[in-house]
């Protein structure tokens, strides 16, 4: 009775074993399967990095262009101000020289019209005045001596003279 009690207890040993053998197999096959399907999410990821990694490279590389080419466009931007500054300056001396030009010819002209009136007549130049536009009359006398100034408004008409004598004055 020993003995079957012991074969029982030995059996029963031995099926619990094969039981719990059959189970770890299960568990290795699991984790054989679960291996393979991590290893192969893994290439996928790695996949995955390495087009992201060649995504970064290109878009470095891009970037690098297009600040190659704003740079190398602020540089002509640049050289074209100066360009427009120095253009600008010969143009604002050019025009000083002009307005120069210009008072040095509207003098010599007042200077000759003065002689003109000044070699008149009083009455003559008073008439020529009259007629005249009220400025255009005061720059020529303003160009001759008082005292031809003085003969020629004695020979206009009154209200023309006043006229004029108040321009003369501002």
Do not use: H, W, Y
Not at 95 to 120: P, V
């Amino acid at each position: 009775m020993k003995f079957l009690i012991l074969f029982v207890l030995l059996f029963s040993s031995f099926a619990s074993a094969l039981q719990t053998s059959d189970k770890l197999f299960e568990c290795t096959e699991i984790f054989k399967e679960r291996k393979s399907e991590l290893l192969v999410e893994l290439e996928r990821i790695d996949e995955q990095k390495q087009a992201l990694e060649a995504l970064k490279t290109a878009t470095e590389e891009l970037l690098k262009k297009k600040e190659q080419k704003l740079e190398l466009k602020e540089q002509e931007l640049a050289s074209k101000e100066q360009e427009l500054k120095a253009k600008e300056q010969k143009i604002e001396k050019m025009l000083t020289e002009n307005k120069q030009i210009l008072e040095k010819l509207e003098a010599k002209k007042m200077g000759k019209i003065a002689q003109t009136f000044s070699k008149m007549k009083a009455a003559s130049a008073a008439n020529i005045l009259s007629n005249m536009k009220t400025q255009e009359a005061v720059s020529i006398l303003q160009s001759l001596q008082p005292k031809v100034v003085g003969k020629i408004l004695t020979k206009m008409d009154p209200k023309k003279a006043s006229v004029i004598t108040q321009a003369l004055s501002q």
